[in-house]
């Protein structure tokens, strides 16, 4: 297990980017936290990171609980799954075909229960001693450590 203690935004856009650059096919980040705690900035970065344009407009998919980016190393899903009801309704947005063949980004990848694979990178967001600091702790990857 990693933690990284994130004084600024900026310092949560440049960890998502260093793990956008190591993301491959099959990988799944499961980006734990309460509201608030950082989740969705994590995620923009790593996205504008992985297909290499700062400007992508990445917007929140908390609506259609899925967004597909191309134009990376391989396919890209992001997944808010905080409005999924039931576990097996995220199976009716093609979810084992992102497993096996896309980098996947999931907020609230507790909705999915025990269909979350075990080979998930856990990424746990809190909050740090002031309102723009954030704690980061990664669980998984011990093949790709950060440094």
Same mark, same amino acid.
């Given at each position: ?17 260093? =793990?956008?650059?190591?993301? $491959? /096919?099959? &990988?799944? !980040?499961? %980006?734990?936290?309460?509201? +608030? ?43 808010? =799954?905080?409005?999924?009801? $039931? /576990?097996? &309704?995220? !199976?009716? %947005?093609?979810?084992?075909? +992102? ?49």
């Amino acid at each position: 297990m990693q933690r990284f203690d994130l004084a600024t935004e900026n310092d949560t856009a440049r960890l998502g980017a260093r =793990l956008a650059a190591q993301a $491959r /096919p099959g &990988d799944i !980040l499961a %980006l734990h936290g309460a509201l +608030g705690a950082g989740k969705t900035s994590l995620a923009r970065a790593f996205i504008r990171a992985f297909v290499a344009n700062p400007s992508e407009e990445v917007p929140s998919p908390t609506f259609t609980l899925v967004q597909v980016y191309e134009g990376g190393r391989c396919p890209l899903w992001h997944l808010d =799954l905080y409005r999924l009801e $039931r /576990p097996e &309704d995220a !199976l009716e %947005l093609g979810l084992e075909e +992102g497993f096996l063949e896309a980098v996947c980004l999931i907020e609230w990848p507790e909705r999915l229960g025990a269909l979350l694979p075990e080979r998930s990178l856990h990424l746990t967001l809190g909050f740090g001693p002031s309102d723009e600091a954030r704690t980061l702790t990664l669980d998984g990857w011990q093949d790709r450590p950060l440094s």
